[in-house]
């Protein structure tokens, strides 16, 4: 374009033909760099064009374009973009004292919860400093049975917690409607035993321990929430304030007393305790009544109905053991440390009964697996792939949402075969250097499950780093020299950090919680073929092979120090 | 094409910047909310999803090689969100035999690009930031002009006699305003023309 090519508006006139004295169409028809101009502005008038006529067609399609149906426009606007260094991505609700943002922190790639107080802590400093003390505590905690609190502050005078998000559904969700055995019923409240001794036992109380809660995670785990968040909203509300709650599951002392929960002791954990077994079982809080009112005053009088748990055909030490932590006088009820021992004690016996020891973390997982249960029974070839479980910092991961393994990392590897059938699991580490794993065997009626390390301790992941892969083959085991036969001189090429490959049938699939960087499809290209080679080269000896390609670093810097025991 | 200030894309990559993340996440939510939505996840797991599409957004954005190839980073952010969505299915079909199926039919897709309804709902997006933005920082009377010949497809003659304009400074506002849109739909990457 030159000096004497039309302006941009002189084309935009012609663009949207309304070009009067076709000046500038007659200037076009020489000019190439202006057709080509004002073919890219008629486009862009075009695109504007469709875009606004959408609008006047459809007056409710701006609130859609804008994503809204109405019922959730309150969560699609948060009423902050950030707290704290914390940017918040959504609202997950409000629950007693506090807000409760879903929030991401921009250092940390995850996603967290962000309970942020309702009003501001009361004016002075000892106030304030008392609600961040409080959350430091909190933050003391670590068990893999509650949720890890990982930050408290104050925002705009108004404390607040950071919490472990998880997903999951509350004990409330998960027995809506029906009722656990009363077996499953005392391994579950024995699991939040555990964990409230561990609590106890470092001067922290929950205070509200209701089935809505104890959450089973997507993993299986029962997980204690809210820890202390009653003790902490005493804080962050005011020194005599109503007790909050639900009166169905209040212990009797706090209820008389009508006071805020501040004062709640470890007795009244166990009651709650209690009360949520017996919600298990019956189906209803021990409290329950028609209305609030009703439902207080027989928590003031401790006046729990033991009948229904009794006609449910409860075995008798769990009616005892319900009836005691139950007890209107706190002094009457045992610890928690007791409930554990003693549910761990009775559960361990009900498995000797039937001659099989099953895993409780199998249990747990079956109460959120109970759909996934009979499309098993259909399809017995649930698994694909080898499942690696990644034990770092005390939480069990799979390995796509940790990538990469680290040195140091515990890790169980699991694999389904058909019931009886011989399987050979198989590690290639980043020097090239093989070796056959020893497996445990579970059988089970459709499936038998296999699983590395053969102790029940996850095995300790060493050097060398590079890319290590793991290979499950079927079929009868062969020699170790038959088994290097299958490998070449060459260690496993290079795979980017978040970059896991699946190998099936014979084919590659590049998987990891990230699309792949296209810089590293070569990378990537190159690590499958070479485990497509080793795969044609074991299949010479077994039925069907499975396996995955995965990045092995270094120990991370940050992370805590590892000791060998 | 004269870069007049550093995109959002480019700030939100940068840890000193405290604004960038806010408005990242004020400018995508919605389109990702949307998105999800219409993929029929039922609400509270969608918002679970979302949250997850940040979660994973902010290691990925520092690896994002942002260059000026058209409309990339509307495929990359549909990959991280279909990979996301593809996950939390797999987490819940455990749940559910319906998502399951869902799983069955989506992950098996090739994940390279993105649905039409991806496309749309984000174009939608941009523009509807875009044309506010500039609406709010024009003067009403060249908004007015812009509006009326460009959006409204009426008479240049029309709007300046309204106005009290001359028919020339109709189209120099227009063009003005149109420059501006186009400014803000680069800064997302998203070039104004593209169909």
Not at chain 1, 325 to 346: E, K, N, S, V
Not at chain 2, 127 to 155: H, I, M, N, T, Y
């Amino acid at each position: 374009m030159n000096e004497s090519c039309p302006s941009d508006d002189e084309l935009l006139a012609a663009a949207t033909e309304d070009d009067g004295e076709g000046r500038v169409r007659l200037h076009a028809e020489g000019c190439a760099a202006c057709r080509q101009r004002i073919e890219q502005l008629r486009q862009e008038v075009g695109a504007l064009r469709s875009f606004s006529r959408s609008f006047s067609r459809l007056p409710a399609a701006r609130a859609e374009a804008t994503a809204a149906p109405a019922d959730a426009r309150a969560t699609d606007r948060p009423r902050h973009d950030r707290i704290g260094r914390y940017v918040v991505v959504g609202e997950l609700g409000s629950g007693g004292q506090a807000d409760v943002y879903r929030v991401v922190d921009p250092e940390l790639a995850r996603p967290l919860v962000l309970k942020l107080a309702r009003r501001a802590a009361r004016d002075d400093e000892a106030h304030r400093d008392a609600a961040i003390a409080e959350g430091r505590l909190l933050a003391t905690l670590d068990h893999p049975g509650l949720l890890h609190v990982f930050d408290a502050g104050v925002f705009e005078g108004r404390p607040y917690l950071v919490l472990e998000y998880v997903a999951g559904r509350n004990l409330e969700q998960c027995f809506d409607n029906r009722r656990p055995p009363p077996s499953d019923a005392a391994r579950l409240i024995g699991e939040v035993a555990r964990v409230l001794a561990y609590a106890h036992g470092r001067g922290v109380v929950h205070g509200d321990v209701t089935p809505r809660n104890i959450m089973v995670d997507a993993d299986g785990r029962t997980r204690l929430i809210d820890f202390g968040l009653a003790r902490l909203e005493s804080i962050w509300q005011d020194e005599a304030g109503p007790c909050g709650g639900t009166p169905e599951f209040l212990p009797p002392e706090l209820a008389a007393a009508g006071g805020p929960r501040k004062h709640a002791g470890p007795s009244g954990d166990v009651f709650g305790l209690g009360a949520t077994l017996y919600w298990l079982i019956t189906g209803r809080g021990p409290f329950a009544a028609p209305s609030v009112i009703e439902s207080l005053e027989r928590a003031r009088r401790g006046e729990v109905d033991f009948g229904p748990l009794r006609a449910a055909g409860t075995p008798r030490r769990l009616v005892r053991l319900c009836e005691q932590a139950l007890a209107t006088d706190p002094a009457h009820r045992p610890t928690a440390a007791d409930c554990a021992g003693r549910l761990r004690h009775w559960t361990a016996r009900l498995a000797g009964m039937r001659r099989g020891t099953v895993a409780i973390i199998v249990l747990l997982a079956a109460l959120v697996l109970i759909e996934a249960a009979d499309w098993m029974s259909n399809k017995p070839t649930v698994q694909s792939v080898p499942e690696i479980l990644v034990i770092r910092n005390d939480e069990v991961v799979n390995l796509s949402n940790v990538l990469p393994l680290r040195t140091g990392d515990r890790v169980t590897v699991t694999f389904d075969v058909s019931p009886g059938e011989p399987v050979t699991m198989v590690w290639l580490d980043a020097a090239g250097q093989v070796r056959s794993l020893p497996t445990a065997r579970t059988t089970g009626d459709k499936l038998d499950g296999i699983r590395f390390p053969d102790a029940t301790r996850p095995a300790r992941v060493g050097p060398p780093e590079g890319t290590d892969m793991i290979f499950v083959c079927r079929g009868d085991p062969i020699s170790d020299g038959d088994l290097r036969a299958c490998l070449t001189d060459e260690s496993p090429p290079a795979l980017p950090d978040e970059v896991l490959l699946h190998l099936r049938r014979s084919q590659i699939e590049p998987r990891g919680p990230l699309p792949p960087r296209s810089a590293a499809a070569s990378q990537v290209e190159r690590a499958g073929e070479f485990m497509m080679q080793i795969d044609s080269r074991l299949r010479r000896h077994f039925v069907g092979v499975r396996g995955v390609a995965f990045p092995h670093r270094a120990a991370d810097d940050d992370a805590d120090e590892v000791t060998d025991e | 094409m004269l870069e007049t200030r550093i995109s959002l894309l480019e700030r939100v990559r940068d840890p000193a910047d405290a604004t960038a993340w806010g408005e990242f996440v004020a400018l995508y939510r919605p389109l990702l909310l949307a998105y999800v939505r219409k993929r029929g996840i039922n609400e509270h797991d969608a918002l679970d999803v979302v949250q997850e599409v940040f979660a994973r957004l902010v290691p990925a954005l520092a690896q994002f090689q942002l260059d000026h190839h058209r409309g990339r980073f509307r495929t990359w952010l549909w990959q991280v969100t279909h990979a996301a969505l593809t996950d939390g299915a797999r987490r819940r079909a455990v749940r559910t035999r319906a998502e399951k199926e869902w799983l069955d039919q989506h992950e098996s897709s090739v994940a390279d690009h993105p649905d039409d309804d991806w496309d749309e709902l984000y174009r939608r997006r941009i523009l509807d930031v875009a044309l506010k933005r500039v609406r709010e920082s024009a003067q009403p009377a060249s908004w007015a002009c812009f509006e009326g010949r460009v959006l409204e497809d009426r008479p240049a003659a029309e709007i300046a006699a309204e106005l009290g304009l001359s028919v020339n400074a109709v189209y120099v506002n227009a063009s003005r305003m149109l420059s501006r849109v186009r400014e803000e739909c680069d800064q997302f990457a998203e070039p104004l023309d593209e169909k």
